[in-house]
């Protein structure tokens, strides 16, 4: 996972409300019923107040971020689940976690975060998941991706998941990155995708953009009528941008986590009996 800062984490608990608020307004749903449609699981066939999930701060790597495991804890609660912090990191805290019979133990270093679940041993994983969830969300603001052209700007782990999904819409996918090697990569695993050497043209050229980069966009590359979807951390879009386009998607962390919940969920309700998995490889 893209490493966040205690910056970009620290107000998610305060503002969770509003978050979920400006999803509904954007797209229609709120964060539980969009995770819902993500995964393609009627909301009503969840119980979710009869999961409990349990958040293990982990000390690996750079360490545990400020903010963090709180904030995936309030985006966990509104989806309904109990949902608490462990006292303890680490192992220690997996532990306290199975102690308090836990469902879903949610838990990231500094590359992976993931949400096992307890009881099938199975987990979801949040790269999987953000790219699930702004596919999903592009499509719910364009009302369809299939036979459209679609731009993924960032040839990471989110983009790469991103054009497999995109790719199972039906969409046309172009990609771009800074580095046109790694654009060309996704284009030579993957027919029909087409890599694009010139970020700022691509952007030009595209109305429909999922951007799963870090880097800021210029305003001016925006093009009128824009939709956009960008799970890509920091926000990456000036005043100019956000006037040009239509709609853009953003949001820190509760979006992936959402649809994280529901995978895991879903691991059980469909009674998977798989190991270690990623979502899309189990959920019907």
Known sequence: MTRLTEDAVKDIPSKISSLDHELEKRLGMDMRNFACHAMNVAAEKINFSDYKAAIVPVTSGKGIIGGFSRSVAAAVETMGLRSFVTEACDVAGISEAFSSDADIIFMADDERFIALNTKTRSFSDNIWSTAKGYVTALRIAEKGLEGKKVLVIGAGRVGTEAVKI???????????????????????????V????????????NRLILNASPGLISGKLIREGAVISSPGVPYAFDDEGEKRAKVIIHDV??????????????????????TEVIAEKVIP
Do not use: R, W, Y
């Open 194 to 205: 087409k890599a694009i050497p010139n970020v700022e043209q691509a952007i030009k050229d």
């Open 253 to 274: 962390l509760s979006l992936g986590v959402a649809v994280m919940t529901v995978a895991s969920i879903s691991l059980s309700l469909f009674n998977v009996p798989a």
């Open 166 to 192: 995109l790719m199972k819409e039906g969409a046309a996918v172009e990609v771009t990155d800074i580095l046109p090697h790694k654009a060309k990569a996704l284009e030579s695993g993957f027919a029909g």
